[in-house]
C-alpha cells in the first residue's frame, strides 16, 4: 500500500505543470478560435477556406504527431534553414503552443455553433437600434454565445488535462513525466502508472463537478 500512495505523491508534484499548460493553453487556443471562428463566418471565400483548412488539419491529426513535429521536427528544420542551433527554452513552450494550437481547432467548432444558435432576431433587434455588423457581434451575439458554449468550453478544459499526458514523449515533467520517471528508477511500474491514473482521475472529476455546478447556475439564472 505504500508503493501505491507514493506512486500518487511523486505523480501528484507534476500536477502544477499539467494545470499551467491546460489553462495557458486554453485561454491562448480560446482567443485563436475566436478569431477561426469568426473567419469560418465571414463573406470572404478566402477567409473562410483558410479557417476551414486550418480546422481540418488540426482536427485530422493525433496531437502526439502534432506534438513531436513541433518538439523534434521545427528544431530539425530551424537547423536545416538557418545553420543555428535551435531548442525550445523553457521547454513547457511547446505544451502551450501544441495544446493551444490544438485546442482551438475544437474550440472553433464550439464558438461558431454558439454563435449560431442565437436568435436571429438579435442581430435585427441590434441593426434597428444603430448598430454595425461589427458592433453587433462584438457587444450582442458574442456575449450570449459565450454563456450558451461556456459548458462545452468547460468539458473541453477537462479533456485537455487529460490530453497533455502526450507531452511526456517530448520530456515534459508533468505528472505522466513524474510517473515514468519513478518507474524507471524504482521498477515499480504499476503503482507508478496506477499513482498517475488515480491524479488524473481526480483532477478531471473535480472539474467536472464544477463545470457542472456552473451549468446549474446558468441554468437557475436563466429561469430567474
Excluded at 76 to 81: E, H, S
Excluded at 121 to 141: C, D, P
Aim: glycine content about 8%.
Amino acid at each position: 500500500m505504500d508503493q501505491y500512495i507514493h506512486g500518487i505523491a511523486v505523480a501528484a508534484r507534476g500536477v502544477p505543470v499539467t494545470l499551467i499548460i491546460s489553462l495557458v493553453a486554453v485561454l491562448g487556443g480560446l482567443v485563436l478560435a475566436l478569431l477561426v471562428a469568426l473567419a469560418k463566418r465571414s463573406k470572404f471565400k478566402i477567409l473562410r477556406g483558410i479557417a476551414t483548412v486550418y480546422v481540418d488539419i488540426l482536427r485530422g491529426t493525433p496531437l502526439l504527431v502534432q506534438v513531436l513535429i513541433l518538439g523534434y521536427g521545427v528544431p530539425q528544420l530551424v537547423r536545416a534553414i538557418t545553420g543555428m542551433q535551435f531548442n525550445w527554452e523553457p521547454l513547457i513552450l511547446v505544451g502551450f503552443i501544441a495544446c493551444g494550437v490544438n485546442s482551438s481547432a475544437y474550440m472553433a467548432e464550439i464558438i461558431r455553433s454558439g454563435l449560431q444558435a442565437v436568435d436571429i432576431g438579435q442581430t435585427e433587434a441590434a441593426r434597428s437600434l444603430g448598430l454595425n455588423s461589427r458592433q453587433t457581434m462584438r457587444y450582442v451575439i458574442v456575449p450570449q454565445a459565450f454563456k450558451i458554449i461556456v459548458p462545452a468550453l468547460g468539458n473541453e478544459f477537462v479533456t485537455l488535462i487529460k490530453e497533455t499526458s502526450i507531452l511526456s514523449m517530448v520530456g515534459i515533467v508533468e505528472v505522466t513525466r513524474r510517473g515514468t520517471l519513478w518507474a524507471s528508477q524504482s521498477f515499480q511500474s504499476f503503482p507508478a502508472y496506477i499513482g498517475v491514473a488515480v491524479v488524473y482521475l481526480i483532477m478531471t472529476l473535480t472539474l467536472s463537478r464544477l463545470v457542472s455546478y456552473m451549468e446549474r447556475r446558468m441554468a437557475q439564472s436563466d429561469r430567474s
